[in-house]
């Protein structure tokens, strides 16, 4: 399975950004698909995470102006982000998980900026 994350861009804040995943090969639908992101010297952090079934949960930090998503048809996850904070300025990362399997896709850079 590759992922390939796209979306990314500077953003003023209070801007919004869709960052989008898409996945190759098969049976996308039965993955739990994620998002993180990771600052300078930080450890990686969970976003955003849907489940097969579509149940989402979401970062405290992120609660109310994220919302993730998916097309199972197009084997697409995203990320809407809106009312963006400088403090949301990351690389973000893709992550599709399974039993016994687990992928992550490059980051693209959200920088959130006046």
């Known amino acids: 399975v590759q992922l390939q994350a796209s979306g990314g861009g500077l953003v003023q804040p209070g801007g919004s950004l869709r960052l989008s995943c898409a996945a190759s090969?098969?049976?996308?639908?039965?993955?739990?698909m994620a998002w993180y992101r990771q600052t300078t010297g930080k450890q990686r952090e969970l976003v955003a995470q849907?489940?097969?079934?579509?149940?989402?949960s979401y970062a405290d930090s992120v609660k109310g102006r994220f919302t993730i998503s998916r097309d199972n048809a197009k084997n697409t996850v995203y990320l809407q982000m809106n009312s963006l904070k400088p403090e949301d300025t990351a690389v973000y990362y893709c992550?599709?998980?399974?039993?016994?399997?687990?992928?992550w896709g490059q980051g693209t850079q959200v920088t959130v900026s006046s």
């Open positions: 849907i489940t097969r079934g579509s149940s989402t």
């Open positions: 090969g098969s049976l996308f639908s039965i993955w739990t």
């Open positions: 992550r599709a998980q399974v039993v016994g399997y687990d992928y």
